[in-house]
């Protein structure tokens, strides 16, 4: 199939790659910062202050924002609409992970545009344009760094949508394996998801695709599997986070999907509403609800779910595609345990309602006007037996 490949962002990788931010933003022209940042580990690690002295020596004045969460909210964007307005700001340097990241192209897009942000996330207009962004990151998962979207929740309902543009894709990403070491367990494997789901979400598709994508999308998955475990044995493994950083980027910049037709993506979509209305970690939401969306589209292209199967897990191709297919499905979940992530809602810690799957399944639906998904075309009815069947 055509397709169209665009990755603009300069990658800066390795130790101490972050000393380099203050000549990195000078690069740009630029002359005001926002750094924009999440909880208070960025500051107790040092990181920010790093970061202020780099701009500092680079003659380069800032301002700060931090109070970015998971599942990063509407009312933090315009606050940070807001505070850019006054200060003058001209660039916005996100130091984080995907939350930051989506947060401060959210911001970009509000600063080059009139009128209410929310709009274009709202699908009620298209942006014309985006405040330039920077990434110093601390977390490998969303890919933010290098993709055309981002994704805010709305407060007001408990919405969550997604927005692409090649308008905000950040002009530097600074990726320093390092900077990971200290994170969680849980946030690391459900990073790790994150990452697996976004070159999944591409593969499973029902086009004739590129054999060289196809290898480097399996090759990825892989690589991620073999590394999320030896970081639950040694999570300070650098080699590991190394590994891990850099298939985050190359995930969700474009390249898994040459070829492809663009992907599914149903399950992005069923997650975002799991984590709107639940708020819980996005890979963790993906990794609970994905065994049951597979075995609720397998049939429609049973032959690509063996492939699967036989490539990610090396399976024995018996000739019967369907057996594969499931056979490949339940792998992945046992892999998904293997790391102590979820595999139904209740492991995931949520109890939904009849009520609550009702009200996801039509906010994915965008209340009737829309379906998710390329394997099956998945209207409100479908996601919602989605939902009941995740529930464990």
Same mark, same amino acid.
């Given at each position: 199939?055509?397709?169209?490949?665009?990755?603009?962002?300069?990658?800066?990788?390795?130790?101490?790659?972050?000393?380099?931010?203050?000549?990195?933003?000078?690069?740009?022209?630029?002359?005001?910062?926002?750094? /924009?940042?999440?909880?208070?580990?960025?500051?107790?690690?040092? &990181? !920010?202050?790093?970061?202020?002295?780099?701009?500092?020596?680079?003659?380069?004045? *800032?301002?700060?924002?931090?109070?970015?969460?998971?599942?990063?909210?509407?009312?933090?964007?315009?606050?940070? !609409?807001?505070?850019?307005?006054?200060?003058?700001?001209?660039?916005?340097?996100?130091?984080?992970?995907?939350?930051?990241?989506?947060?401060?192209?959210?911001?970009?897009?509000?600063? @080059?545009?009139?009128?209410?942000?929310?709009?274009?996330? #709202?699908?009620?207009?298209?942006?014309?344009?985006?405040?330039?962004?920077?990434?110093?990151?601390? !977390?490998?998962?969303?890919?933010?760094?290098?993709?055309?979207?981002?994704?805010?929740?709305?407060?007001?309902?408990?919405?969550?949508?997604?927005?692409?543009?090649?308008?905000?894709?950040?002009?530097?990403?600074?990726?320093?394996?390092?900077? $990971?070491?200290?994170?969680?367990?849980?946030?690391?494997?459900?990073?790790?998801?994150?990452?697996?789901?976004?070159?999944?979400?591409? *593969?499973?598709?029902?086009?004739?695709?590129?054999?060289?994508?196809?290898?480097?999308?399996?090759? &990825?998955?892989?690589?991620?599997?073999?590394?999320?475990?030896?970081?639950?044995?040694?999570?300070?493994?650098?080699?590991?986070?190394?590994?891990?950083?850099? @298939?985050?980027?190359?995930? /969700?910049?474009?390249? $898994?999907?040459?070829?492809?037709?663009?992907?599914?993506?149903?399950?992005?979509?069923?997650?975002?509403?799991?984590?709107?209305?639940?708020?819980?970690?996005?890979?963790?939401?993906?990794?609970?609800?994905?065994?049951?969306?597979?075995?609720?589209?397998?049939?429609? /292209?049973?032959?690509?779910?063996?492939?699967?199967?036989?490539?990610?897990?090396?399976?024995?191709?018996?000739?019967?595609?369907?057996?594969?297919?499931?056979?490949?499905?339940?792998? +992945?979940?046992?892999?998904?345990?293997?790391?102590? +992530?979820?595999?139904?809602?209740?492991?995931?810690?949520?109890?939904? $309602? #009849?009520?609550?799957?009702?009200? +996801?399944?039509?906010?994915?639906?965008?209340?009737?006007?829309?379906?998710?998904?390329?394997?099956?075309?998945?209207?409100?009815?479908?996601?919602?037996?989605?939902?009941?069947?995740?529930?464990?």
């Amino acid at each position: 199939m055509n397709f169209e490949y665009f990755t603009p962002t300069k990658v800066v990788f390795g130790r101490g790659t972050e000393e380099r931010t203050g000549e990195l933003v000078k690069e740009q022209g630029c002359h005001k910062v926002l750094i /924009h940042y999440g909880g208070g580990s960025a500051v107790r690690s040092g &990181l !920010i202050d790093k970061i202020c002295g780099s701009l500092e020596a680079s003659g380069i004045s *800032y301002v700060m924002l931090g109070g970015v969460v998971p599942n990063p909210r509407l009312s933090k964007v315009r606050e940070g !609409i807001r505070l850019c307005r006054e200060e003058q700001v001209d660039f916005l340097l996100a130091v984080g992970g995907g939350s930051v990241i989506d947060s401060a192209k959210a911001i970009g897009y509000g600063l @080059a545009n009139e009128g209410d942000v929310w709009d274009f996330y #709202d699908r009620k207009r298209t942006a014309a344009g985006c405040m330039p962004v920077g990434a110093v990151l601390t !977390i490998a998962a969303a890919g933010s760094e290098m993709s055309d979207s981002s994704v805010i929740t709305n407060e007001d309902g408990w919405i969550k949508r997604g927005y692409s543009s090649n308008y905000c894709r950040c002009r530097f990403a600074v990726m320093d394996p390092e900077l $990971t070491c200290t994170l969680p367990d849980y946030q690391t494997q459900s990073g790790c998801v994150d990452i697996m789901m976004h070159t999944m979400e591409r *593969y499973f598709n029902l086009s004739d695709n590129m054999e060289l994508t196809d290898g480097i999308s399996e090759a &990825l998955i892989r690589t991620v599997m073999k590394n999320a475990k030896l970081l639950k044995a040694d999570a300070a493994n650098y080699e590991a986070r190394a590994e891990v950083m850099w @298939a985050s980027s190359l995930s /969700h910049n474009g390249l $898994t999907g040459c070829g492809t037709g663009g992907g599914d993506w149903a399950s992005h979509q069923i997650e975002h509403e799991l984590g709107g209305m639940f708020d819980v970690a996005h890979g963790a939401g993906l990794a609970a609800i994905w065994g049951s969306w597979a075995r609720y589209v397998y049939r429609e /292209h049973p032959e690509r779910f063996a492939r699967f199967a036989v490539q990610i897990f090396g399976l024995e191709d018996n000739g019967d595609p369907n057996a594969l297919a499931l056979a490949g499905i339940e792998k +992945m979940e046992e892999f998904y345990r293997s790391v102590g +992530m979820p595999t139904s809602l209740k492991e995931l810690g949520v109890e939904s $309602t #009849d009520a609550q799957i009702r009200e +996801m399944a039509e906010k994915c639906s965008f209340f009737g006007k829309r379906t998710v998904g390329v394997m099956k075309k998945l209207d409100a009815s479908d996601v919602e037996a989605i939902y009941r069947m995740a529930r464990g």
